[in-house]
């Protein structure tokens, strides 16, 4: 894939997200965004199909140990510290809601 610099405004995932939401992104534009950057040779959304595909989305993602993600060509220790900063803020938001809920 050819980098984001290089694709028009309208389609990087940045600037799509604050033109109509982060709902209108699709999984693998909001990992890019969390991923920040690529490496060279792969874009950023390169990184994130190929990291969502590997472990079949982000509930695939979730409970899996440095070890596995390190396996993915150009993840980075800040790359992995982000996604593991996105998986915990996503897992805490899940246990609020349930217990919120009265669930858990």
């Known amino acids: 894939m050819s980098k ?3 694709l028009p405004l309208e389609e990087r995932p940045r ?3 604050l033109e109509y939401g982060a709902d209108k ?3 693998t534009e909001l990992l890019a965004i969390i991923l920040g ?3 060279k040779g792969k874009s ?3 990184l994130a199909d190929e990291t969502l595909t590997k472990f079949g989305g982000f509930k695939g993602m979730s409970g899996r140990d440095f070890e596995d993600f ?3 060509d150009g993840l980075s220790d800040a790359k992995l510290a982000s996604i ?3 998986l915990e803020i996503s897992s805490r938001i899940v246990r609020q809601v349930l217990k919120d809920y009265h669930i858990i």
């Open 25 to 27: 992104l699709s999984d």
């Open 70 to 72: 390190k396996k993915i």
């Open 15 to 17: 600037e799509k997200l």
């Open 4 to 6: 984001i610099k290089d």
């Open 44 to 46: 950023a959304l390169d």
């Open 37 to 39: 950057t690529g490496v």
């Open 84 to 86: 593991s900063a996105m």
